[in-house]
């Protein structure tokens, strides 16, 4: 008794510390990008902390990942490139539009990947549950661009940057990723460490660390004020936890379950945002935004328990798509952080 108790317990701060992780991160991520106004920077320091803490937590033995072999990391380069352009359109989408926006561009996902499927991976067209879900989404997503009083080409050029990479990493870099034959902390250290090594290449080409530079000599050497050291920490610290907690979680209970899980998320961002600052959508720009969100349940609830005959019957196969639902999870995640 006392050992499922505990069990219980156990499952229950996994579930609590991934829903914390999860609804926050997206309005902690616009709060850091906000306060520390370098995108670049941000994410390199996200990078930094996600690979640095999977390297530690492997030495301690809380977690196994492969090791960094740079035979491997040839074949990932591909990956890592896609992973580091979503992670950034993905910033300067906080940067230049409210979590709101965000978070409406974020569940658009489903209905590119859908259409990328059929087209140009072949994949049977979506059944008809599927293809109703698909439209609520875009619905949604049409009432809520129509009315967002906060409309800029420059924030809706980052929103397209952002899907056209995310959708790109969704349909076809996860399948190669797989291929590779990584575990899940693997894939994490992998994606991190590479777009740690290709940071600078990008501050040198976006010019953005001339700002940075200009920043530390106009504040005594000094980047960092107290208030955006706080927030940044935050940012890198949470874009950790939700790696941790996110595949801890997803073990600990049940498929269905993990999903109603970031269902209710997705609401308790919304609210959080609403209610901590006003930066957010008219209310008209909200109901659109849910009707989205229940377009994202919908359509979740047609695509699970697909199962798949060939899987079934070999255990490599099996395998093979184990490790491709660990993929999928941490390219749902990517979505919601900065960063790991």
């Known amino acids: 008794m006392a050992v499922v108790q505990k069990q219980h317990y156990a499952t229950s701060s996994l579930v609590i510390g991934y829903a914390l992780c999860s609804s926050l991160l997206a309005v902690i991520n616009k709060f850091a990008i906000t306060k520390f106004n370098y995108p670049g920077l941000l994410t390199a320091l996200q990078y930094l902390t996600s ?21 491997t990391a040839k074949k990932f380069l591909p990956a890592a490139v896609v992973f580091y352009l979503a992670i950034f359109t993905n910033t300067n989408l906080l940067r230049h539009a409210n979590v709101d926006t965000f978070i409406v561009f974020r569940s658009l996902t489903p209905l590119l990947v859908a259409v990328a499927d059929v087209v140009f991976r072949k994949q049977p067209v979506p059944s008809k549950v599927t293809f109703v879900s698909l439209l609520v989404i875009l619905g949604g997503a049409v009432g809520y661009v129509a009315t967002d009083s906060g409309f800029t080409l420059t924030a809706y050029s980052w929103a397209f940057a952002y899907l056209v990479t995310i959708t790109t990493e969704m349909v076809y870099i996860k399948h190669m990723v797989t291929n590779l034959g ?13 777009s740690l ?12 660390y001339t700002d940075v530079f200009a920043a530390v000599g106009s504040n005594g050497g000094n980047v960092f004020e107290a208030v955006a050291f706080t927030a940044v920490s935050l940012s890198c610290v949470f874009g950790l936890l939700i790696s941790f907690f996110g595949f801890a979680c997803r073990k600990a ?19 959080i945002n609403v209610v901590i600052w006003d930066k957010h959508a008219s209310p008209f720009g909200l109901f659109c935004l849910l ?5 994202g349940i919908l359509y979740q ?17 099996s395998k093979l798509m184990e490790n491709k639902d660990d993929v999928d999870e941490y390219s749902e995640e990517d979505q919601e952080k900065g960063s790991v």
């Open 197 to 208: 090594m290709m940071a600078p290449l990008f501050w040198v080409v976006t010019g953005e």
């Open 301 to 317: 609830q047609s695509v699970t328990g697909v199962s798949n005959p060939s899987a079934q019957r070999d255990p490599a196969a």
């Open 253 to 271: 209970i049940s498929a269905t379950a993990f999903t109603v899980t970031g269902v209710v998320n997705k609401f308790l961002t919304v609210a």
């Open 291 to 295: 009707v989205t969100i229940a377009g």
């Open 51 to 71: 690979a640095l803490g999977v390297w530690v937590l492997g030495k301690l033995g809380f977690l196994t990942h492969d090791p960094f072999v740079w035979e």
């Open 182 to 194: 990584l575990n899940t902390w693997g894939f994490v250290y992998y994606n991190n460490l590479l």
